[in-house]
C-alpha cells in the first residue's frame, strides 16, 4: 500500500518541497504505525532541510517532521490498542528515521504518548515539541516560580508564545522581546514588550529567569541581564548561531549567575500527562500562526521560510 510523502536528500529549499508517493512503512517489534491527523512545523526541521541534511548522521533519504498526533493504526507488540490518540516527538524522529511529513509514520513506542484531549487535531498538533520544551526549560532548568521575573528572548516564536502562556499562568512577572519593530504589536498586553536589538544588558531590572530563544548570537548579554542569583536556559538558536567559539566562562558568566541549557530529546508520558493537564486547568490554547492541508505542504514550508507567521505553523493530514 502506498502513501503520501515529502521525501529529501539534499538541500531543499520551500520551493521545492513536494508529495511524493511511498510505501506504507511495514510495523516492526517495539514500533508502532502512527495514522498521521496533522503535525507542527518546526525551526529545526527548516534547518533540517536547508542545511543539517548534508550530515551523515541524517538517514537518508529522510521523511523530515520531529513530532506528530494521530491514532494508533498498527499497535504491533506494544500496549497501544488501534484508534487511540497520541502525540510522538523526536527520538530521532524526521532524522534517523522517517518522521512526520507522511500520512503514516513507523515510530519506536518509547517516543508514542497517549493523550487525553479534546483540542481539535490542528490545536493538538500545536502542543507536543512546543510546549514539552516550554516546560522542560521553565520548569527543569529554569526553577520557575510565582514571585520570577522572566526574561523571553526572540518571543514572538511558537515556543516564545508557549513559554509566555505557562509563565502567565503561573503568575509572573513577563519582559518578550523581538527583534523585529513591527512584532511587538503581535505580544499579548499581559507582558513587558522590548524589541531587541542584541544588547538588554543594563537596560532591565529584576530579572530572575531568562529563557534565551536567540542563543550564542546573545548568550553573553543575556548572562550580563540577569540578577545575581538569576538562571539563563538557553533553548533557541534563532539568531542564526548555533554554538560560541569563543567563551570564556570565567569572565562571560558574571559572579553567582547560572546557565543551563535544554534539549527536547527525552519526553515521557508524564511529562505529557502534566503539560495537558496544567493546559485544561488554566484553559491554555496553542497560538496557531497558520493551518495548511497536506496537499498544502509547499506553501507551509514557503510561509516558514519566509517568516512572520505569528505562531505555530500546523499541517493537517486528514
Ligand atoms: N532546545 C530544544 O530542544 C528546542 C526545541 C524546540 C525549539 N527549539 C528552538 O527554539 C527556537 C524557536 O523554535 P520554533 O519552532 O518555536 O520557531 P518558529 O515557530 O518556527 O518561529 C521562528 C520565528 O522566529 C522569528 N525569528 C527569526 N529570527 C529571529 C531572531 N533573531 N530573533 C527573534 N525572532 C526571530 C521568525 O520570525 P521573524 O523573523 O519574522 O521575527 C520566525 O517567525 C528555534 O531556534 C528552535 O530551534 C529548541
Same mark, same amino acid.
Given at each position: 500500500?502506498?502513501?503520501?510523502?515529502?521525501?529529501?536528500?539534499?538541500?531543499?529549499?520551500?520551493?521545492?518541497?513536494?508529495?511524493? +508517493?511511498?510505501? $506504507?512503512?511495514?510495523?516492526?517489534?517495539?514500533?508502532?504505525?502512527? &495514522?498521521?491527523?496533522?503535525?507542527? /512545523?518546526?525551526?529545526?526541521?527548516?534547518? /533540517? %532541510?536547508?542545511?543539517?541534511?548534508?550530515? %551523515?548522521?541524517?538517514?537518508?533519504?529522510?521523511?523530515?517532521?520531529?513530532?506528530?498526533?494521530?491514532?494508533?493504526?498498527?499497535? !504491533?507488540?506494544?500496549?497501544?490498542?488501534?484508534?487511540?490518540?497520541?502525540?510522538?516527538?523526536?527520538?530521532?524522529?524526521? *532524522?534517523?528515521?522517517?518522521?512526520?511529513?507522511?500520512?503514516?509514520?513507523?515510530?519506536?513506542?518509547?517516543?508514542?504518548?497517549?493523550?487525553?484531549? !479534546?483540542?481539535?487535531?490542528?490545536?493538538?498538533?500545536? $502542543?507536543?515539541?512546543?510546549?514539552?520544551?516550554?516546560?522542560?526549560? /521553565?520548569?527543569?532548568?529554569?526553577?520557575?516560580?510565582?514571585?520570577?521575573? #522572566?526574561l523571553?528572548?526572540?518571543?514572538?516564536?511558537?515556543?516564545?508564545?508557549?513559554?509566555?502562556?505557562?509563565?502567565?499562568?503561573?503568575?509572573? %512577572?513577563?519582559i518578550?522581546?523581538?527583534? *523585529?519593530?513591527?512584532?511587538?504589536?503581535?505580544?499579548?498586553?499581559?507582558?513587558?514588550? %522590548?524589541?531587541?536589538?542584541?544588547?538588554l544588558?543594563?537596560e532591565l531590572n529584576?530579572v530572575?529567569? $531568562?529563557?534565551?530563544?536567540?542563543?550564542?548570537?546573545?548568550?553573553?548579554?543575556?548572562? !550580563?541581564a540577569?540578577?545575581? @542569583?538569576?538562571?539563563?536556559?538557553?533553548?533557541?538558536? #534563532?539568531?542564526?548561531?548555533?554554538?560560541?567559539?569563543?567563551?570564556?566562562?570565567?569572565?562571560?558568566?558574571?559572579?553567582?549567575?547560572?546557565?543551563? @541549557?535544554?534539549?527536547?530529546?527525552?519526553?515521557?508520558?508524564?511529562?505529557?500527562?502534566?503539560?495537558?493537564?496544567?493546559?485544561?486547568?488554566?484553559?491554555?490554547?496553542?497560538?496557531?500562526?497558520?493551518?495548511?492541508?497536506?496537499?498544502?505542504?509547499?506553501?507551509?514550508? #514557503?510561509?516558514?521560510? &519566509?517568516?512572520? +507567521?505569528?505562531?505555530?505553523?500546523?499541517?493537517? $493530514?486528514?
Open positions: 500500500m502506498k502513501m503520501k510523502a515529502v521525501l529529501i536528500d539534499r538541500v531543499t529549499p520551500a520551493q521545492s518541497v513536494k508529495l511524493t +508517493a511511498i510505501p $506504507v512503512p511495514a510495523v516492526k517489534p517495539g514500533w508502532v504505525l502512527v &495514522k498521521v491527523k496533522a503535525f507542527g /512545523l518546526n525551526h529545526s526541521e527548516k534547518i /533540517l %532541510r536547508l542545511s543539517e541534511i548534508n550530515n %551523515r548522521y541524517i538517514r537518508h533519504p529522510v521523511v523530515p517532521g520531529i513530532e506528530c498526533v494521530g491514532e494508533i493504526a498498527d499497535a !504491533s507488540d506494544t500496549d497501544f490498542t488501534v484508534g487511540e490518540k497520541v502525540c510522538a516527538v523526536m527520538g530521532g524522529m524526521g *532524522r534517523s528515521f522517517n518522521g512526520s511529513y507522511a500520512e503514516y509514520a513507523l515510530l519506536p513506542a518509547h517516543h508514542v504518548f497517549h493523550v487525553d484531549t !479534546s483540542l481539535s487535531w490542528a490545536a493538538f498538533a500545536a $502542543v507536543p515539541e512546543t510546549y514539552l520544551t516550554a516546560w522542560g526549560s /521553565l520548569f527543569d532548568c529554569l526553577k520557575i516560580e510565582v514571585d520570577d521575573t #522572566l523571553v528572548r526572540g518571543a514572538t516564536c511558537a515556543l516564545g508564545y508557549a513559554a509566555m502562556q505557562i509563565a502567565n499562568a503561573l503568575g509572573c %512577572r513577563v518578550a522581546t523581538t527583534h *523585529r519593530e513591527s512584532k511587538l504589536s503581535l505580544l499579548d498586553d499581559s507582558v513587558e514588550k %522590548r524589541l531587541d536589538g542584541g544588547k544588558a543594563g529584576g530572575t529567569k $531568562v529563557l534565551d530563544l536567540v542563543g550564542p548570537a546573545v548568550l553573553k548579554d543575556s548572562l !550580563s540577569v540578577d545575581e @542569583g538569576g538562571i539563563v536556559c538557553q533553548t533557541g538558536i #534563532l539568531g542564526g548561531i548555533e554554538a560560541l567559539r569563543d567563551f570564556d566562562p570565567i569572565k562571560d558568566i558574571p559572579n553567582g549567575v547560572y546557565l543551563t @541549557g535544554y534539549f527536547s530529546n527525552s519526553p515521557t508520558q508524564a511529562i505529557f500527562d502534566d503539560i495537558f493537564r496544567f493546559m485544561d486547568i488554566h484553559h491554555l490554547v496553542p497560538k496557531i500562526g497558520a493551518v495548511f492541508t497536506f496537499d498544502q505542504i509547499k506553501e507551509a514550508c #514557503l510561509t516558514q521560510d &519566509k517568516g512572520g +507567521a505569528d505562531g505555530k505553523i500546523v499541517v493537517t $493530514v486528514e
